[in-house]
């Protein structure tokens, strides 16, 4: 293929959350009512790019808008109710931080853990365990199992184990938002170093800063659809007076 990931037309929607987590006394008292639970929640509607490899692009928009949705599609982790969707590479995302981490396990269990997932074998990840555990900079705690740690450190671990791993298609999500400026401005350095080998990353980010210095393109999501798109500075401007 091409580009790294394509997609064409892709629509999702969600099962109405009301029915889901309304309860049994909701969903009697407002039984009558019933097309309100019987309707899908719309998210994405039509969505149509192409990301070409080795680019990094970002993707903005309003709390609820689908980013992390379309970020999910892009893993594989959710499939879309129509439309095509084609990722060429090893894809590895940081969707929620910590996510796939397993809260009895141990710092170093978990890196083991979250690399046999991305399919590299044991001997792989034993030899980056080290560079990984000091890129998180949790030498002293990594024995600790991980329900002991701050959500700063869960980021840390998360994105070290991603990054250092060597994905062909790095998904970000909000992660830089996480962290002391410093852990902060090292994972911008990864980004720009693995942009600089030729990955493609696919970011999320409200801040526009991020968006501006890290990306060669933008995406504006809004009302389901991409109402913007193109350089990353007139993306951000269309978006943040509709954010404001
Ligand atoms: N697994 C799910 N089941 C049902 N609804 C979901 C699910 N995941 C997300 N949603 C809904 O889909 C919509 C889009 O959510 P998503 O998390 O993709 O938005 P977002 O743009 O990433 O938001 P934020 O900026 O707050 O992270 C929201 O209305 C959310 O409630």
């Known amino acids: 293929m091409s580009c790294a990931i394509k997609f064409d037309h892709v629509r999702k929607t969600f099962a109405d959350r009301t029915f889901l987590t309304g309860g049994v006394k909701n ?4 039984g009558f009512q019933f097309s309100k639970y019987a309707n899908n929640h719309l998210v994405l509607d039509d969505i149509s790019f192409e990301i070409p490899h080795g680019s990094t692009v970002g993707f903005v928009g309003r709390n609820g808008a689908g980013k992390s949705t379309l970020l999910g599609l892009i ?3 959710m499939k879309p109710d129509s439309g095509r969707i084609d990722v060429d ?5 940081l969707l929620e931080l910590g996510a796939g981490f397993h809260p009895d396990l141990s710092g170093r269990e978990n890196i083991e853990l979250y690399g046999v997932v991305l399919g590299f074998s044991r001997a792989e990840i034993r030899r980056r365990l080290d560079s990984i555990i000091d890129f998180a900079e949790l030498a002293e705690h990594i024995e600790t199992p991980i329900r002991f740690y701050s959500s700063g450190m869960l980021a840390r671990l998360g994105f070290s184990v991603v990054s250092q791993l060597d994905p062909e298609i790095l998904l970000v999500d909000e992660v830089l938002a996480v962290g002391d400026y410093q852990f902060q401005a090292k994972c911008s350095e990864v980004i720009k170093r693995f942009r600089a080998d030729g990955g493609t990353i696919v970011l999320v980010s409200h801040s526009a800063g991020d968006i501006v210095n890290l990306c ?3 995406f504006f999501i809004e009302n ?3 109402v ?3 350089d990353p500075a007139e993306v951000m401007a269309k978006y943040q007076p509709a954010a404001g």
């Open 228 to 230: 913007a798109s193109g």
């Open 216 to 218: 060669d393109q933008a």
């Open 89 to 93: 590479g090893r894809v590895s995302s």
């Open 224 to 226: 389901h659809r991409i």
């Open 27 to 30: 969903f009697i008292l407002n």
């Open 75 to 77: 893993a594989g982790i």
